[in-house]
């Protein structure tokens, strides 16, 4: 991924009640060092982030991917961030994005270690050619992701819910499937109960009701995922979360990978399996998901 433009942030107080934080950004080089060799993102993942993607200068979904990031940063123990900063941040880098498809990407760390304050930066760079995953779908494996239902609920410290930049497991777990012939990967509990993808959230279909994993299973409540289901409901379908096993992604009549980059993935099989895969229907929410959507 090359990076096109990245902003310093001086982070300001969750109650700062500036209108213009344009004095807090500073434009850096994206290719120049620019973080102390004492920084805890690198050092231990000991931060946050989301990613946006951006359509033709538009950034999509902002609102929900600031709420987020808010909530990954109080299950982290980190400052809540001004929302209205990282608004303005976000607004600033859109405008560097070119035509066509980009990632913004905010992160916010816990800072050098010992240090006074956090770090914050923001990122473009143009999104990866998803074409062929959104046309033909993509083949997954199921992976134990090593803890059962019941572990975000007994042990809060493992920050399950929260989007941290502890990824190492996440990209371990589609280096995994790629070794078993696959595209990419859907964690399940070691009970059973489906979960999420490394970097997506999981969609069946099951007739005429779309239904998710629940978030209280330790998964992060993706905004993709949201956005699709209020276009769902708008077209008169039954949205839903709920618990699921393994067998209902088996025999679901369609199953999607869906993430604000990719987009909507159709599963073309799990573990070797044939799924359905209607190509038309799946072309049809990924024009949904190009278009604005605020």
Same mark, same amino acid.
């Given at each position: 991924?090359?990076?096109?433009?990245?902003?310093?942030?001086?982070?300001?107080?969750?109650?700062?009640?500036?209108?213009?934080?344009?004095?807090?950004?500073?434009?850096?080089?994206?290719? /120049?060092?620019?973080?102390?060799?004492?920084?805890?993102?690198?050092?231990?993942?000991?931060?946050?982030?989301?990613?946006?993607?951006?359509?033709?200068?538009?950034?999509?979904?902002?609102?929900?991917?600031?709420?987020?990031? /808010?909530?990954?940063?109080?299950? $982290?123990?980190?400052?809540?961030?001004?929302?209205?900063?990282?608004?303005?941040?976000?607004?600033?880098?859109?405008?560097? $994005?070119?035509?066509?498809? $980009?990632?913004?990407?905010?992160? @916010?760390?816990?800072?050098?270690?010992?240090?006074?304050?956090?770090?914050?930066?923001?990122?473009?760079?143009?999104?990866?050619?998803?074409? +062929?995953?959104?046309?033909?779908?993509?083949?997954?494996?199921?992976?134990?992701?090593?803890?059962?239902?019941?572990?975000?609920?007994?042990?809060?410290?493992?920050?399950?819910?929260?989007?941290?930049?502890?990824?190492?497991?996440?990209?371990?777990?589609?280096?995994?499937?790629?070794?078993?012939?696959?595209?990419?990967?859907?964690?399940?509990?070691?009970?059973?109960?489906?979960?999420?993808?490394?970097?997506?959230?999981?969609?069946?279909?099951?007739?005429?009701?779309?239904?998710?994993?629940?978030?209280?299973?330790?998964? @992060?409540?993706?905004?993709?995922?949201?956005?699709?289901?209020?276009? @769902?409901?708008?077209?008169?379908?039954?949205?839903?979360?709920?618990?699921?096993?393994?067998? /209902?992604? +088996?025999?679901?009549?369609?199953?999607?990978?869906?993430?604000?980059?990719?987009?909507?993935?159709?599963?073309?099989?799990?573990?070797? /399996?044939?799924?359905?895969?209607?190509?038309?229907?799946?072309?049809?929410?990924?024009?949904?998901?190009?278009?604005?959507?605020?």
């Amino acid at each position: 991924m090359a990076w096109r433009y990245a902003l310093l942030l001086a982070p300001a107080a969750s109650d700062d009640a500036r209108t213009d934080f344009s004095g807090t950004f500073t434009p850096i080089d994206p290719s /120049a060092p620019a973080l102390s060799v004492g920084e805890l993102s690198t050092q231990r993942g000991d931060g946050i982030f989301e990613s946006i993607g951006v359509v033709d200068g538009h950034a999509q979904e902002v609102s929900a991917h600031l709420e987020r990031l /808010a909530h990954s940063a109080r299950l $982290c123990d980190l400052p809540v961030p001004n929302l209205g900063q990282w608004e303005q941040a976000v607004a600033a880098a859109a405008s560097e $994005c070119p035509a066509g498809e $980009c990632v913004i990407k905010l992160i @916010l760390s816990r800072g050098v270690e010992h240090g006074p304050t956090p770090t914050a930066w923001v990122t473009v760079a143009e999104a990866a050619d998803n074409t +062929r995953a959104r046309r033909d779908g993509i083949r997954v494996v199921l992976l134990d992701r090593g803890y059962d239902s019941g572990a975000p609920e007994r042990a809060p410290w493992l920050l399950l819910g929260a989007k941290t930049l502890s990824y190492a497991t996440n990209m371990a777990a589609i280096r995994e499937a790629h070794r078993r012939d696959a595209d990419d990967a859907v964690f399940v509990t070691s009970d059973g109960v489906l979960l999420e993808g490394p970097t997506s959230s999981l969609v069946l279909r099951q007739g005429d009701r779309f239904v998710t994993p629940a978030p209280g299973a330790g998964i @992060l409540h993706g905004t993709t995922q949201l956005s699709l289901f209020a276009h @769902l409901a708008e077209r008169g379908f039954e949205t839903d979360y709920a618990t699921l096993g393994v067998d /209902a992604l +088996r025999e679901a009549d369609a199953a999607w990978l869906v993430s604000s980059v990719r987009l909507a993935a159709g599963v073309t099989s799990v573990d070797g /399996a044939r799924l359905p895969y209607d190509a038309g229907f799946t072309a049809e929410l990924n024009a949904y998901l190009l278009s604005p959507r605020d």
